[in-house]
């Protein structure tokens, strides 16, 4: 008997806590990310997240993404009329088999949440002996939104 009613109140409970949440905090279905470019190298120093939302920043910011490079690469079209870029970039690895991806985006009431994963290499892999820099740039709809990283 007593653990019926332990599991009643325990359903009791998890239905209130499913109705208790507010449009803030329940995140709301956006388009997924759309890949603009991704690697392991860039020039792009240290560890950073970045939001772009117009064609100079994103000019400035292949320019530095390139900067290591001999020929330099024509950055990609994004169209700031309708879509922003976000990406993040990790910082520097002792080898390869590092990457990072951003995994989805999400409405969070009046603000983005972007969320992305990092992948190290096992533990004893055999991997190159290079440094690698990996990094994700996705294009998602144009908003004045705030925008939160978070790591999964």
Known sequence: MQHVVLIALLSLLASACRGAA??????????????????????IRG??????????DWEELWREHTSAQLATAVAPKVDFERQMLVGVV??????????????????LGDR???VAHRTCPPEGSMQT???????????????DSPVEFAWE
């Open 22 to 43: 507010t449009p803030e905090s329940s995140p709301s279905a956006a388009p997924a990310p759309t890949t603009v470019v991704r690697g392991v190298h860039t020039a």
């Open 47 to 56: 560890e950073r997240s970045v939001v772009v939302r117009n064609a100079d």
């Open 90 to 107: 990790l910082a520097t690895c002792p080898s390869g088999g590092y990457s990072v991806e951003i995994v989805r985006a999400e409405r």
């Open 112 to 114: 983005w949440r972007v």
């Open 129 to 143: 002996a290079v440094l690698t820099k990996p990094f994700h740039f996705v294009a998602l709809p144009k908003s």
